[in-house]
């Protein structure tokens, strides 16, 4: 049996961070965003073919992950343990980088409307809670798509969300799909689409007739406090 020697291993994985521009596409994924590889190509100041084969690199070794959304391809950091040995290094190495700051206008970041679910820090906030009190769960295969838990399937029956009309349509159930403004995910699918609908109907979000910002309520701030345990 031909098997690895740790030493090997590690060896293999720091020189596949060592190299600058791959090191840069890593530090600029460490912030939990999601990135095309025309990005990361601009951000690590290389061309793009030379970042298709630093990405190569980077997902053979199991530090990036990615999946396809319309006719883009997201790389995220394939785990918090990639995440951790970066910060590690950057202990060491003495230094700090400069957060992420979002260009998106204030009026659509917050809340706004992604085809026909919610998206902006709203959304993802709500993913992350859905994802966090283990209402949905990663679908079996791998990808992106998610199924719905018991747990998650009577909590959307107490917000009022018809799960099997959802269901029967001819589409996707549920994925995480890749928020514009802030680079990691929010609810899509036909699930998400009933959340809007619900959103709406509660008035927790009031869209704006000339664009598709929605306006949260107060008392949408209130109910999905207490629902979804969301902070401001």
């Known amino acids: 049996m031909n098997v690895e020697h740790p030493d090997t291993a590690v060896a ?68 918090t343990s990639v995440a951790d040995a970066l910060e590690a290094l950057s202990v060491v190495a003495g230094r700090s980088r400069a957060a992420f700051t979002p260009r998106t206008p204030s009026h659509l970041r917050a809340a706004r409307t992604c085809y026909d679910h919610m998206a902006g820090t709203v959304a993802v906030a709500i993913h992350d809670r859905l994802t966090a009190l283990e209402w949905l769960v990663a679908a079996p295969g791998g990808g992106n798509s998610y199924e719905l838990t018991d747990v998650g399937a009577r909590g959307c029956a107490a917000l009022g969300l018809d799960v099997e009309a959802a269901r029967t349509l001819r589409r996707r159930f549920a994925f995480a799909c890749v928020d514009w403004s802030e680079r990691r995910p929010h609810l899509g699918g036909a699930l998400g689409a009933a959340l809007l609908k ?27 406090r207490a629902r979804f345990g969301l902070q401001e």
């Open 12 to 79: 293999r994985i720091a020189a596949a961070i060592g190299e600058p521009a791959r090191a840069r596409m890593l530090y600029s994924l460490a912030d939990g965003r999601a990135r095309t590889s025309t990005e990361l190509a601009v951000l690590s100041e290389v061309n793009p073919s030379t970042a298709s084969v630093h990405l190569h690199r980077l997902k053979r070794e199991r530090l990036v992950q990615v999946f396809a959304q319309g006719k883009h391809r997201y790389y995220s950091l394939s785990g």
């Open 198 to 224: 619900t959103a709406i109907k509660k008035r927790w979000v009031v869209p704006d007739l000339d664009s598709r910002a929605l306006s949260v309520t107060a008392v949408g701030r209130r109910d999905m």
